[in-house]
Nanobody, 117 residues
């Protein structure tokens, strides 16, 4: 059974940094597009960043210049380095693995990120 396990969430003050990790098991990791999503209370889940099999990365506008997504295919792991965190970044962050646009793919259970002002 495919598993995505997120880690690295926590409580941080505004301006601080966190690094999220998502370790995948039982998938051919290198061919998947990996994404980080987040969902704040009362809001829809949104795509934060994604990285393709060729390491091409995309970011939502609100995190450009602050967040960096990367992957290590040898470790079946995708990372999200989050710098200059803001209270509005507070959310549950989810890892997703998909093969193509529109593919529901696989999801992790989420990790809470809380940024205090």
């Amino acid at each position: 059974q495919v598993q995505l396990a997120e880690s690295g969430g926590g409580l941080v003050q505004a301006g601080g940094s966190l690094r999220l990790s998502c370790a995948a098991s039982k998938i051919f990791f290198s061919i998947y597009v990996m994404g980080w999503y987040r969902q704040a209370p009362g809001k829809q889940r949104e795509l934060v960043a994604s990285i393709g099999s060729g390491d091409s990365a995309n970011y939502t506008d609100s995190v450009k210049g602050r967040f960096t997504i990367s992957r290590d295919n040898g470790k079946n792991t995708v990372y999200l380095q989050m710098n200059s965190l803001k209270p509005e970044d507070t959310a549950v962050y989810y890892c997703n693995a998909r093969l193509y646009a529109g593919h529901f793919g696989y999801w992790g259970q989420g990790t809470q990120v809380t940024v205090s002002s």
